[in-house]
Every structure is written in C-alpha cells, then in structure tokens.
C-alpha cells in the first residue's frame, strides 16, 4: 500500500480544495466530491 500526500490547494475566488494523492507513479484512480456550503470539514477529508 502506498503513501498518500495531502494538501490544501487555492482556487479562484477564495476557494479551496482539498488535493490528496499516492506517493508513488500511477495511474490511479480518482474520486472528485463536490461539498455543500460548509465546505470541506474533518469527515470529507
């Protein structure tokens, strides 16, 4: 099992988006999660 980095990534407009990724080469596959108003807290991350 691979590592993963994870980081907060700043967007247009103030936005923010939370980027996690393996360590190592891929491919890999990905999951995108669109948050509600609240933004991104400690259970989507």
Do not use: C, K
Not at 24 to 35: E, K, M, S, T
């Amino acid at each position: 099992m691979s590592q993963i980095t994870s980081e907060w990534v700043q967007l247009e407009n103030g936005l923010r988006a939370w980027y996690a990724r393996p360590a190592d080469v891929g491919p890999h596959p990905a999951v995108l999660i669109f948050i509600e108003a609240f933004g991104v807290n400690a259970h989507f991350q």
